[in-house]
């Protein structure tokens, strides 16, 4: 197989903030072989079938890997790629599969290479919410199973900005059964700190739109001529879509 060459770029950086949140990366062995083979593999729902969609696409650009996807009985999304031919290099380019997401080197090295790598996390598993205060704040929000105490540092560092990491109590049902599991929630704001970073360097590469939108209408507001009062407020609402 001809040798895969590759270098850090923007479109990789969200590649690996979506597998590394909502993809797995899964070791089997086939019948009758002894050697391992790797796959990584990801389901979603409707709400994210586009972030999926962009991630087959990088997929076969980046490494050369295709997939279909194709609906499940449990109306999502899937697709899965073979990657065994790519784990050394994997390795090579600091690309880690376990929980927590952790940013590869090279994404730190650069804003618009950690943007897109924060894109793809928010895509994955993270939250855009407007808080309807007085003055409305935008909080973005990236859960885990374990703590994300690098990511943490890295959003801190590189958006000037304060993070915390707390733990949740998660519950949903499978198969009509109530499961409950314990996370971790990253959070951290859209402040005047960092508003150029979103603007340039993360909304760009966001692919779902109800994440998208809230964050442009957020920084539109941000970005005008702020007037306060009652009556302001509820403009301000009304025009991030509350």
Not at 120 to 140: A, M, W
Not at 161 to 171: D, F, L
Not at 203 to 223: A, M
């Amino acid at each position: 197989m001809k040798e895969i060459r590759i270098k850090p770029s923007e479109e990789l950086a969200y590649w690996v903030g979506v597998a590394q949140s909502d993809g797995s990366l899964c070791k089997y062995l086939e019948k009758g072989r002894t050697k391992p083979k790797y796959k990584i593999s990801m389901e979603v729902n409707e709400k994210s079938k586009l972030m999926l969609v962009k991630f087959v696409e990088l997929s076969n650009d980046l490494f050369k890997r295709k997939s279909g996807i194709w609906k499940t009985n449990r109306d999502t999304w899937c697709m899965h790629i073979g990657v065994s031919n790519l784990i050394d290099l994997f390795q090579k380019i600091d690309i880690k599969f376990k929980d927590p997401p952790i940013p590869p080197d090279w994404c730190l090295k650069t804003e618009s290479f950690f943007g897109a790598y924060l894109a793809g996390l928010i895509d994955g598993d993270g939250n855009v919410k407007i808080r309807r205060s007085k003055y409305p704040v935008c909080v973005v929000t990236i859960s885990s199973g374990v703590k994300q105490i690098e990511l943490c540092k890295a959003i801190k560092n590189k958006l000037k900005c304060g993070a915390s990491v707390s733990k949740e109590i998660k519950k949903g049902y499978l198969d009509g059964r109530l499961i409950e599991g314990v996370g971790y929630r990253l959070e951290f704001l859209v402040s005047y700190k960092n508003i150029k970073f979103f603007k340039l360097f993360i909304v760009p590469y966001i692919q779902l739109e109800r994440k998208k939108s809230k964050l442009e209408n957020f920084i539109n507001l941000r970005e005008g001529n702020d007037i306060s009062g009652p009556s302001a407020n509820l403009v301000k609402l009304r025009a991030l879509g509350l």
